[in-house]
């Protein structure tokens, strides 16, 4: 089982629907991010959080809002999305930032379709 | 920023023969080079990872060589057998900084009986 806990597997949603994508890590890492996986495309970074802080956002639309209440947890809220924005969402965590070992742990994703 | 490009797309080998997974990248600054797993349904997994102070790294049937001057890199996998089928990326990054890291668009390896 991964350390890294994505729900929910798969989201159907409208364009004007709201909804969250939730992320919990049991690795006691310090730092989270979110990926944006489309087909034949490389992993896309979207934003990175280390201990609680924003430190990256990839230049990712505001329709995409992610929140980081604490270490172990990650949400990612979406509002008014587009069919193009349909893809497998990866949460990843790491030990920390920059780290000489600090590999990423990613989780199983939430199949995201934009009807 | 960094580019790194990933070949083949797909690949399908027979059960017992090698595979081998090449990527180049473009920033000669980049130290660090993971290799993930991605199973169907699934998360990308850390399989071997090296960094640029060795040319080549072994675990088992799985090696990564390095070769810095000419920025490429590859994976090799040996005595393939079925649960290797998955898609394979190699990523780059600057200072082993994660948030850094940049991806190939992955390779689908098929192990056929």
């Known amino acids: 089982e991964t350390g890294v806990t994505q729900t929910p597997r798969h989201l159907v949603m409208g364009m004007t629907n709201k909804k969250s994508l939730k992320c919990e890590q049991h690795?006691?890492?310090?730092?989270m991010y979110w990926y944006k996986q489309s087909a034949k495309k490389p992993l896309e970074l979207m934003f990175v959080?280390?201990?609680?802080?924003?430190?990256e956002n990839n230049s990712v639309p505001s329709r995409f809002s992610p929140e980081c209440p604490n270490s172990s947890h990650l949400f990612l809220h979406l509002h008014t999305l587009q069919p193009e924005d349909s893809a497998l969402y990866l949460c990843?965590?790491?030990?920390?930032?920059?780290?000489?070992?600090?590999?990423?742990?990613f989780g199983n994703g939430t199949r995201l379709t934009v009807t | 920023g960094e580019n790194v490009e990933q070949h083949p797309s797909t690949l399908s080998v027979q059960e017992g023969d090698s595979a081998v997974i090449k990527c180049t990248y473009s920033?000669?600054?980049?130290?660090?080079f993971p290799w993930y797993k991605q199973e169907l349904g699934k998360g990308p997994q850390l399989i071997i990872d090296?960094?640029?102070?060795?040319g080549e790294k072994k675990d088992q049937r799985i090696a990564v060589t390095l070769n810095k001057t000419a920025k490429h890199f590859s994976l090799h996998i040996t005595e393939t057998q079925p649960e290797d089928s998955a898609v394979y990326f190699c990523?780059?990054?600057?200072?082993?900084?994660?948030?850094?890291?940049?991806f190939g668009t992955g390779t689908r390896l098929q192990v056929t009986l």
């Open positions: 990843a965590s790491s030990q920390e930032i920059p780290g000489r070992n600090s590999p990423l742990h």
């Open positions: 959080y280390n201990f609680k802080e924003q430190t």
């Open positions: 990523a780059a990054s600057g200072t082993g900084t994660a948030s850094k890291l940049t």
């Open positions: 690795l006691g890492h310090n730092a």
């Open positions: 090296i960094r640029s102070n060795v």
């Open positions: 920033d000669s600054a980049s130290n660090y």
